[in-house]
């Protein structure tokens, strides 16, 4: 299950891979929250890969993921690790750093 | 060496945030060597019981049981509901299929065999219709889906499907056959009876047209005798079947009502009377004044017009038609009888079952159908009585019938 919120990957700003299992309960919310996140103020500006390690194994030894859901932001660097549901989207925004520059 | 430590560092917090997650119920799986370990197994394990319930309530809504075949080693796996339908014990272990086989009637065994094997071979989901004998000796029709899996390289590894009691729809559908069967002879003798007297009425007409200069008085008045006969005997026919048709659509209104039978067997015996003289037959009615049943006129003038017409096309010239009644506890008796050919024990057992309908030809040639005797029966039975006869060759016959005296007595027997 991998899909891409824009196909013009490489030239987004923000780039994330967001590691699931089937249809889990926290995988779920997970999913849910970024999609928000980027259909909000990421509108356009970011790319979004899911890997449902059932499926795809390998990408998740290759991304050291120990736990599902993780998510990875991959850009802009430094990459960023958050492990867990996502649920708080407040917290998820500070650990994006979307907070930064937004500010009054 | 800080950047080693700077990777330690990073891997460690990583494995904190993990057990954190853990620890908090946000995880759903841990990643092990090769592997993915799932977490919160209970919310998994009721998402799966939950399905198998709504399947297994799929099921008894269909009252559907539900069975898996080995085809390798001949071993089946079954529900409880099928060991129900087959009055057998349940296991939940694979069994041999040879019990279960045993069961399926001889024939029906080699089509289930078929349908079996050409699943096997060209891995199509089949159904078929058997017949199972169970051990109480009962037998059920039940019908047979079954599926076959495959594995990755196409060899059919297991045979899985359901079963359904169609009894009942196989008894419907006998039902429905014989109903069937019934009509189409009840519409060949019908045609076959309507064609004998039309026949006769068209060579008359073609006499007459044909000889009209040449024809005599005497002749003429000869041939209109026969054709009021003919034309009598196909209104009479048509009277019966317009009736039939009635009865048989449920629409002719049964409406009984306190009425005395002398006066009902009277006024049938004067209808009967201009055919009676013919042959010189006497009809006498001996129905006791006082006698009073509950009834729908038009279906007792009806029943007793047929049983009297019937006795004088079936008397012997210059002999008696007597009617005759009593009362035996809270029905009335009715007996028509008449010195005449009578029957034999062969045609008496078919008069009153329209699949063994057949008509005869009374002692003046009088045409007719066994239509009149089943509209008896069935307007008789209507009324809570019964309809049968005694006869033997050559001597006469006797019809009874039975009819209620009191509207809360129909039902009583």
Redo the contacts between chains.
């Keep these: 299950m991998r899909k891409s919120h824009d196909s013009s990957q490489s030239t987004n700003e923000y780039s994330f891979i967001l590691f ?3 249809n ?4 779920r919310i997970a999913r849910k929250s970024l999609a928000q996140i980027c259909e909000q103020e990421l509108a356009g500006r970011c790319s979004i890969e899911i890997v449902d ?2 499926e795809d ?1 390998s990408a ?2 290759k991304y ?6 993780t998510l990875l932001m991959l850009r802009p660097e430094p990459e960023v ?1 958050i ?3 996502l ?1 708080d989207l407040e917290k998820l925004r500070t650990a994006l750093r979307l907070d930064e520059g937004d500010g009054p | 060496m800080t950047r080693e430590i700077d990777i330690l560092r990073r891997r460690l917090h990583r494995a904190e945030a993990a057990l954190e997650a853990i620890r908090t119920e946000q995880a759903d799986a841990v990643l092990g060597e090769g592997r993915v370990v799932l977490l919160r197994l209970q919310e998994t394990e009721q998402a799966l019981r939950q399905s198998e319930e709504r399947l297994r309530m799929a099921m008894e809504a269909g009252k559907l049981a539900s069975w898996e075949i080995d085809p390798a080693t001949g071993k089946i796996m079954t529900c409880p509901r099928l060991n129900r339908m087959l009055d057998l014990p349940y296991s939940d272990k694979q069994q041999d299929r040879d019990q279960y086989l045993a069961m399926v009637l001889g024939e029906d065994r080699d089509r289930l065999r078929a349908a079996e094997e050409h699943a096997l071979e060209n891995g199509r989901r089949y159904e078929v219709e058997y017949r199972v004998r169970r051990p109480d000796g009962e037998i059920r029709w039940l019908r047979n889906q079954g599926l076959p899996i495959q594995d990755e390289q196409g060899n059919v590894v297991k045979l899985i499907g359901n079963v359904a009691d169609i009894t009942r729809t196989k008894q419907i559908e006998d039902k429905l056959r014989y109903a069937i069967a019934e009509r189409d002879k009840f519409f060949s003798i019908i045609a076959h009876d309507l064609r004998s007297p039309f026949i006769g009425f068209l060579n008359f007409i073609r006499i007459l047209n044909d000889r009209f200069k040449k024809i005599s008085l005497g002749e003429i008045q000869r041939l209109t005798k026969d054709m009021r006969y003919s034309a009598e005997s196909l209104y009479n026919l048509l009277e019966n079947l317009l009736e039939w048709s009635l009865v048989q659509r449920g629409v002719s209104k049964f409406s009984p009502a306190v009425c005395s039978l002398t006066e009902l067997t009277r006024e049938n015996a004067q209808l009967v009377q201009s055919c009676s003289a013919q042959k010189n037959i006497e009809i006498k009615c001996m129905v006791p004044d006082d006698l009073r049943v509950y009834v729908d006129r038009a279906m007792i003038k009806m029943v007793l017009r047929n049983l009297l017409s019937n006795a004088v096309k079936f008397s012997f010239h210059n002999s008696r038609v007597t009617i005759t009644a009593e009362q035996i506890g809270c029905m009335v008796q009715v007996c028509v009888e008449d010195k005449g050919v009578g029957m034999d024990d062969g045609i008496l057992e078919k008069l009153f079952f329209l699949d063994k309908m057949s008509s005869r030809k009374g002692t003046s040639g009088e045409k007719g159908t066994g239509l009149g005797l089943l509209l008896c029966r069935e307007y008789i039975v209507k009324h809570g009585g019964d309809i049968w006869a005694h006869s033997s060759p050559q001597q006469g016959t006797e019809f009874y019938f039975t009819l209620p005296t009191k509207k809360n007595e129909i039902q009583c027997f």
Excluded: D, E, H, M
């Design positions: 699931v299992t089937g889990g309960l926290n995988s390690v059932f194994f998740a030894v050291n993921i120990l736990v599902t859901p690790v492990i867990g549901n649920r």
